[in-house]
């Protein structure tokens, strides 16, 4: 039976809830737990999948097809494990549960309500699966005092008094202003972060802090009886260089120990952190740096690529240099010149994305690599659109374009090497859909597997001809112009397992160019770097001075 520790934060949002609930799981890994990671999202969308990358930062995508939040990436980073569709709900996804059983009547009848209905359906998820795990650390999104979020905060205090004494606690994050005038930090909002969780019902067993200084034993201590904690439960989280620091930084501080202390696990199982005293010293001592460019459409908002960010550090770390990575705004490109603002890159990668603004741009970016020989990453529409410009500049198919964005601008004069998936198989079954269904959800969601070509380069580079990797997009490359693009020089060296699908494209003239249709930055992780990043940064640091 599992242990249930729920991370609440306060005061204000972005704290890092995700990290420090990815960093815990690794420390309760490292003393011989095991573990699972959720998230609980107050917002009304079923889930992530059609919110906008400016809105919610990128949707990360389990093997078992579900759209997540970007938490549950940090989650799988840290600790490994593969996360499910069970490991993430949002209030949208549970209102549509509960109505769903109305319409069916299987409430018999009576007034359905928030409490019992709604908070019975949250515990119920939080159950799933408990007996598989030793402990089961649940992250509340938003933060106390949110009004959508209450209905979770209500059902984790009901979850609390159901369980067995000892079995359940609770870690509040929140923060510590730094006022300059005053020259001190302010354990006020804390405080009353707390009281606002205690007014509903749930104290914290364990406060996180998060400051810009080292919090003084003064302030610990007054937080410590203002807030009804342990002294040795008030943990200082201190601004890090390097989000990979979590897990030593969070055992120096004690916020392992404290875990086990509140459920009262004595004596504690050593941790081994071999692993991440490794993967810190890869980050702090690289041998050189490597410039990368990501030419995308969401460069505003860093977190629309966290993952690709991610790997690419990972890349960094499996070839001991730095990874700079420079954002650079694909639509800069559609009327101007590429070579001006792309050269002096070790790398190019062009990353996903959903529509046609910028796909010009991202165009030029494919051309300019490959003519400059300049190592090459497409991910999903970066795969499509180094197809297109070869289609375009290569094969002599001037027209070349795709389904998606042509059909936006009404243009019907073009040749669709990229088309509109509507049949696909998965597992045993077949999968259809149509243009105009419904957004959510509809997409080629998840984990399918993809065959190699032999002696191709990626399948040099995983060392295998049988992979799977997760997928998300609805348009694929057509594959009846396979034979006019390979006899140009792109080669189709990854395909779906009855062959209709393509998976990997590659230019086996150039130092390093591939286009893959699906999500490899997904399960890269900093002690397990994904074996087409390592390879693709090893190649920016052949290209590289390694300034």
């Known amino acids: 039976m599992a242990r249930f520790i729920f991370i609440t934060g306060g005061v204000v949002s972005s704290l890092g809830k995700g990290l420090a609930s990815a960093a815990l799981g690794a420390l309760l890994q490292a003393r011989g737990y095991s573990v699972r990671l959720r998230k609980l999202d107050p917002y009304l969308n079923v889930d992530p999948g059609t919110m906008s990358p400016f809105e919610h930062g990128e949707v990360f995508v389990t093997d078992d097809g ?41 409430y018999l009848g009576k007034t359905i309500q928030v409490i019992p209905h709604v908070t019975n359906e949250i515990k119920d998820f939080i159950k799933i699966g408990e007996d598989e795990v030793d402990f089961m650390l649940c992250e509340l999104g938003g933060t106390i005092g949110d009004i959508e979020g209450l209905p979770f905060f ?9 369980k067995p004494r000892g079995q359940c606690i609770f870690m509040h994050l929140t923060l510590l202003p730094y006022l300059e005038a005053a020259g001190e930090l302010k354990t006020k909002p804390t405080q009353h972060s707390v ?8 104290a914290p067993d364990i406060l996180v802090c998060r400051s810009e200084r080292p919090i003084p034993k003064k302030e610990r201590d007054k937080l410590a009886l ?56 890869r980050v702090h001592n690289p041998e050189g ?46 009327q101007a010149d590429a070579a001006p603002r792309l050269a002096g890159y070790d790398g190019i ?23 400059n020989k300049v190592p090459y990453l497409g991910i999903c529409l970066g795969m499509q659109l180094a197809v297109i410009e070869a289609a375009r500049n290569l094969a002599g198919i001037k027209d070349a374009g795709s389904e998606e964005f042509d059909q936006e601008r009404g243009d019907k004069r073009f040749t669709p090497i990229v088309y509109h998936l509507k049949e696909w198989a998965e597992g045993n079954r077949t999968i ?47 594959t009846k112009y396979r034979a006019q693009l390979e006899k140009c020089g792109l080669i189709f ?35 397990e770097p994904h074996p087409l990043f390592r390879d693709f940064v090893r190649a920016a640091v052949g290209q590289s001075r390694l300034v």
């Open 66 to 106: 579900a759209e997540t939040d970007l938490d549950l990436g940090h989650y799988e980073r840290f600790t490994g494990v593969a996360a499910r569709k069970t490991d993430s709900v949002s209030s949208g996804r549970i209102y549509s549960t509960v109505l769903e059983k109305e319409r069916r009547g299987d």
């Open 154 to 162: 209500e059902a984790i205090r009901q979850f609390s008094q159901d």
């Open 195 to 202: 009281k606002e969780l205690r007014s509903i019902g749930i």
């Open 226 to 281: 203002f807030c009804n904690v342990r002294p040795d439960a008030v943990i200082a989280a201190e601004d890090m260089d390097s989000i990979y620091d979590a897990p030593l930084k969070y055992h120096g501080e004690g916020l392992d120990q404290a875990v086990l202390d509140a459920f009262g696990i004595h004596p504690a199982p050593k941790p081994k952190l071999d692993i991440w005293k490794d993967v810190s010293e």
């Open 289 to 334: 740096t490597v410039k990368i460019a990501i030419v995308g459409k969401y460069i505003q908002l860093e977190d629309a690529y966290k993952s690709i960010k991610e790997a690419l550090t990972h890349g960094g770390m499996a070839n001991r240099v730095k990874v700079k990575v420079e954002w650079v705004d694909a639509e800069v490109f559609d």
């Open 349 to 371: 990668l062009v990353p996903g994305g959903f529509g046609e603004r910028g796909t010009e741009g991202k165009i030029k970016a494919a051309q300019f690599a490959r003519e």
């Open 432 to 478: 259809q859909r149509e243009v105009g269904d419904d957004k959510g959800g509809t997409m080629r969601l998840g984990a399918y597997n993809a065959t190699l070509k032999e002696g191709s380069k990626v399948a040099q580079i995983y060392e295998t001809t049988k992979i799977s990797e997760r997928h998300r997009h609805r348009y694929e490359v057509d």
């Open 493 to 527: 060296s990854g395909m779906s397992p009855d062959g209709r699908l393509p998976e990997i494209v590659e230019m086996p003239d150039h130092p390093w160019y591939v286009g893959v249709q699906f999500h490899p930055e997904l399960k890269s992780k900093p002690f």
